[in-house]
């Protein structure tokens, strides 16, 4: 079974810096999807960005990048120019590439904050 | 696109109780899933559905859960004689499969409390 573990339970930033968030799992697929999700105080979960495992490049979307490394297992989620809305729980998630085994695994969630 | 709309937001119950929760998933998504959220933790993967047939279950889900697709629009959980250790948030989301970056949407989940 896959694991995903997040040993930050709470991070805070001051508002403009960056900050990164880490991320371990444990799996003994080849093929699988890594992601990050955000949940603000609406609950509402909201994905932030996504790796596919056979991809060399590490995924960017705007001020979210990711360190992906595969052979470490290890999956961090860096955040630049840190924003009073970025303020939020963030989870990693991990789901195999298999059809029919779709679900995601998540980890315990590190809680961000952001300094004015 | 409206995304996943769950209700109630909230449902307070007594111990013993049946409830049931209702998620309507973005309109041409064929795949829905239901997630349970304890304080302090992540979502965990309860059942999934594609169209109205479910697919899997976790061994979470109990004797005393049950989930329905009728139609594979809307989806039903209910939990029949609830305990406190069912309170938590149940989440729905939804996909379309066989797109080339399928993404899950997930709503604002329903916060049950058992008494």
Known sequence: ?116 | DTGVSQDPRHKITKRGQNVTFRCDPISEHNRLYWYRQTLGQGPEFLTYFQNEAQLEKSRLLSDRFSAERPKGSFSTLEIQRTEQGDSAMYLCASSLTGTANEKLFFGSGTQLSVL
């Open chain 1, 1 to 116: 079974a896959q694991t995903v573990t997040q040993s930050q339970p709470e991070m805070s930033v001051q508002e403009a810096e960056t900050v990164t968030l880490s991320c371990t799992y444990d799996t003994s697929e080849s093929d699988y999807y890594l992601f990050w999700y955000k949940q603000p105080p609406s609950r509402q979960m909201i994905l932030v960005i996504r790796q596919e495992a056979y991809k060399q490049q590490n995924a960017t979307e705007n001020r979210f990048s990711v360190n992906f490394q595969k052979a470490a297992k290890s999956f961090s989620l860096k955040i630049s120019d840190s924003q009073l809305g970025d303020a939020a729980m963030y989870f990693c998630a991990y789901r195999s590439f298999d059809f029919g085994n779709e679900k995601l695994t998540f980890g315990t969630g590190t809680r961000l904050t952001i300094i004015p």
